[in-house]
């Protein structure tokens, strides 16, 4: 797996450190979008600067895209392969569970269409749908 997380960084140009590797398999694991404080707890041994770094690095090279919920924290999930170096194409609705309080992409599902004004550059969009996930549901 070490050498298929190392393909997977240096497709996007990035190094393929030792933190680097484990941050990519950590969010490879995951099914919701993580914060900063959740990587700083499974990572405990690894820095908060080093861990912010690299979670930069991920969403510049198109690995990662960040996520607004309307709390404080930014969170963090993994992008679609069309993703690249500054250029990102995550146009889905991310859902956020007010049970759990878990944020999930849902990237089958597109962000509708708007019709902006001529004199209107949309450059960035984000839809967050709140209520309950399928797991606290069961």
Request: charged share 25%.
């Amino acid at each position: 797996m070490s050498m298929e997380l190392e393909n997977v960084l240096i497709a996007k140009q990035v190094n393929p450190t030792a933190v680097r590797l484990l941050v990519l398999e950590y969010l490879l694991k995951q099914k919701a979008a993580i914060s900063l404080s959740d990587l700083e707890t499974e990572l405990h041994r690894a820095d908060r600067v080093t861990l912010y770094r690299t979670l930069k690095t991920f969403e510049e090279k198109g690995i990662i895209h960040t996520i607004k919920d309307g709390t404080e924290v930014t969170k963090y999930a993994l992008c679609q392969d069309e993703c690249n170096n500054g250029l990102h194409s995550d146009m889905h609705i991310h859902f956020y569970c007010t049970n759990c309080k878990e944020l999930y992409c849902l990237p089958k599902v597109q962000i509708p269409k708007l019709n902006l004004p001529d004199d209107f550059n949309l450059q960035e969009m984000s839809l967050v749908a709140r209520g309950i996930c399928k797991n606290c549901k069961k």
